[in-house]
């Protein structure tokens, strides 16, 4: 379908109008970032900041320990990520590959798991987690992705389905016990829906802010979202230490978005589309 | 059923591999749903043993408690605006990039982009321009001579404003819609240019039912998530001012954490999860009148 021009002109208007709209907070964000605080809200916009003020970065550093919110930030967010990725995989794998007693009413258990709300189980599992000594540690926040989720489980298993059978025969008639063919066989045909589940696990992780403000109290523990929020309690007034600060942890959800673009999308539309 | 002994070592292979989740069902999904549903029929504040006190908690949340009502009011008006709206405003995004325009790639990152940041983050840059003065929606609408709104801080303003703010967000249904609109073969379209269909008919008569269940699954997700807006409003308002963004979640977390009224959370959890799933029963149902599934059985 070749549109004609006048479509065209009109597509393009559209697309650049939505594009504005969309862009103008981030626009806002970022020179903000750089004004002095009496510029963030003068009448007229201060469109470009004058003067820039780099320095807003560095101090907002200094009120923040933003440096050691953004390591436990990553701590927890590889070893969810590696937790997500080892027991996701090996869970679609039963499910998709081994016949056992129950497999599709467990599997079926699976998914309706997915329409249950969180907050149903919160309390309980706050309470689990806090008894076990856990409170104010990274566990709670860790251990639940070497569990699994189903919704992963259920991306994985659809992607091991596509894989022909005939790779397991054919290892098993070599000699190869299953967690081998699982592990040297399938696992790196799946590389693609692995680093799908990788992106949605970094992306729900980094971006948790319930699961932290719950679990977490002492200060030196914060992640970048909590931080952040105990940021704008204690500055509330100084927006342009609060963008500077929205900026970092933006930051590295930009690059690993531009970087992974293809599986954030495909990880979106495999279960939008199929599901 | 009798196995033999190498479908035995496949069933012990495959409890083994589902082990993780299996152990994650029980501990934290299955047993904290038992017994949430138990603590919903009691008073406790986590430190204490709970006190069993019946269908008490319920009984208060549905005669004698206008934070509940308040707060589902809130949460239902919201649903039942943003996702309409969303859904209207990401599917037409998604057929504008449908047109093989030149630099959909980059058109669809930035619109995809909003819908992957950080909440807290974001609700911070929302904040500052809701900002009735010197705010920058204020500033953009001054321009067309419209009154200065006080968005956030003006009762009758604020939910709209979070409203708007889903609007913004679109680009995460509207990627989905894309692959759906790219699913769609185009002998059909064809086929209908031949029989001189107008775009509004091919739209009509061709994309939406090609993309059916497409939109069913953005409308299920979006009704479950408008169901659990927290951050947003945790960040921004707190609920305020006068109740009127007291979203449910929110609510639930304030008597959970704030008040440590364990039992009473429970039960609004519980309320919560039943909503939900009578919402998502009647798409369900209503689904098979609208939803056209291509030369497949209904899963």
Redesign the interface.
Known sequence: MKPNRKTKAIVYTLLFIGSIISLVPFFWMLTSSFKAPEFVFADPVQIIPKPWLFSNYSTAFEKLPFALYTWNTVKITALCILGQILSCSLVAFGFARLRFPFRNTLFVILLSTMMLPAQVTMIPQFKIFSSLGMYDTFCPLIIPSFLGSAYMIFLLRQYFMTIPMEMDEAARIDGATTFQTYWKILMPQIKPALATVAILAFMGTWNDFLGPLIYLSSPAKRTLALGLYAFQGQYSTDWNYLMAASTVTMIPLLIVFFAGQKYFIQGVVISGVKG | ?KLSKI?RR?????????S??????I???L???L??LY?SFTEWD?LTTPKFVGLANYKTIFFDDFRFAQAMKVTLIYALTSVPIGLVCSLA?AV??N???FGMRT????????A???????A???L??F?P????LN?ILGIFKVPEIGWLQDPAWALPSFILMSV?GV??GM??YL??LQ?VP?QL??AAEIDGASPWQKFRNITLPMIS??IF??LVMGI?GS??V??SS??MTQGGPAYATLFY?LY??QK??MFLQ?GY??A???I??IV??IF?LIILMSSSAWVYYEAEVKK
């Open positions: 059923m479908r496949e069933a012990l292979d495959g409890f083994i591999c589902i993780p989740w299996l152990f994650g069902f501990v934290l999904t047993g904290p749903m017994f949430s603590i986590i995004l504008l990039l047109q093989n325009v058109f669809r990152s930035i619109f995809y982009i909003p992957i940041l950080p909440p807290v983050a974001m911070m840059v929302w500052a321009i900002k003065h010197g705010g920058i500033a913004w680009g995460g990627i989905i692959a759906g699913g185009t379209y064809e269940s497409t699954f953005n479950i169901f659990q927290f951050t945790f960040v979640v639930l977390y959970a954490f364990m959370a429970c609004l959890a519980w919560l999860f939900i799933l998502t």
